[in-house]
């Protein structure tokens, strides 16, 4: 079905004529008349998009479809009004992670995360947390980076790709301009003319203060889950364990019962457990989720004593 076939579809569905839809799209209606026909390539604004959407009172599967045949793109997130709500499945995917993870929106404000990496970094429990802002302007992240200019010009990389393709996006040049604002991070902003969609795979080496200040190697890998499409899921996997971790391990459970003869024994490995409490952290307007520590040994009060990162 091309996308003239879904306008009609969504046209007739809402029990309107052609005329005023022409009228809300801000079009002759002959125009219009050959876009539903496929006469005429339609590529509607995102404004014209939204007005379409309301108009049709077309549910969430259309809207998507809609803005992603226009504009290339999809729901704007940047309000946490507008975030569509987390599900049970990327609630479930979040908490299962043995690892340091959080979600973030498309101007990395923080969505969600899990106890591990609230242990580690508790800046992502703040209010308004996010991942840029805390990467480039926060002195901790300075000190807990080995190689903190190299780290921050990836960041600016970022925003810059970012900026490149939404140069419209009245949030993102906020945050760029923020940012612009430390001297440190303008001189780079500068001196940096390459682009960056995302960081996967990139290594980092850090000073963790949850691990007493050792230097751990993580990777960080960034996945676009299909319900968010316009947000990131980052999971920092580490390279090789500190030899004493503060951090409570999390029992494996065994594959064959044990026998009478030879009692089993406990075999562990590190890492966190987590659970997502029922409510958003913070409050509704912050859009964000906690994740609880389930088990023995488990709780999120260690979160209290780790600094950020």
Not at 96 to 103: F, H, N, V, Y
Not at 254 to 272: E, K, M, Q, S
Not at 283 to 294: D, F
Request: net charge neutral; proline share 8%; aromatic share 6%.
């Amino acid at each position: 079905m091309g996308f003239g076939n879904l306008l009609r579809t969504w046209r007739k569905a809402a029990g309107v004529n052609q005329d005023p839809v022409a009228r809300v799209l801000g079009m002759a209606i002959r125009t219009y008349g050959n876009i539903e026909r496929g006469a005429a390539p339609a590529r509607f604004s995102r404004e014209q998009c939204e007005a379409l959407a309301g108009f049709l009172r077309l549910d969430t599967e259309a809207h998507h479809a809609l803005l992603l045949h226009n504009v290339g793109t999809t729901f704007d997130v940047s309000h946490p009004d507008r975030r569509p709500p987390l599900d049970e499945a990327m609630r479930l995917l979040i908490e299962e992670q043995p690892s340091p993870s959080l979600l973030c929106d498309r101007h990395w404000h923080v969505l969600a995360y899990n106890s591990l990496m609230a242990a580690w970094w508790p800046w992502v429990t703040e209010p308004g947390a996010n991942l840029l802002k805390w990467g480039l302007l926060d002195p901790e992240a300075r000190v807990q980076h080995h190689q903190w200019r190299d780290h921050a010009n990836r960041l600016i990389r970022l925003l810059k790709f970012a900026l490149a393709g939404r140069r419209d996006d009245p949030e993102l040049a906020r945050l760029a301009e923020e940012v612009r604002t430390d001297p440190d991070v303008l001189r780079l902003w500068e001196t940096t003319s390459e682009v960056a969609e995302n960081r996967d795979g990139h290594l980092h080496r850090m000073r963790v203060p949850a691990l007493g200040w050792r230097t751990v190697e993580l990777i960080s890998h960034t996945l676009h889950p299909a319900s968010l499409p316009d947000s990131r899921l980052i999971i920092f996997t580490q390279l090789q364990e500190p030899e004493h971790s503060e951090l409570p391990a999390r029992p494996r459970q065994t594959v064959n019962p044990p026998r009478a003869d030879h009692p089993a024994r406990p075999h562990t490995d590190r890492g966190r457990h987590a659970v997502l409490t029922a409510g958003p952290e913070g409050g509704a307007s912050s859009g964000r989720y906690q994740l609880a520590a389930r088990g023995p040994g488990g709780g999120a009060e260690r979160a209290a004593d780790a600094a950020a990162s």
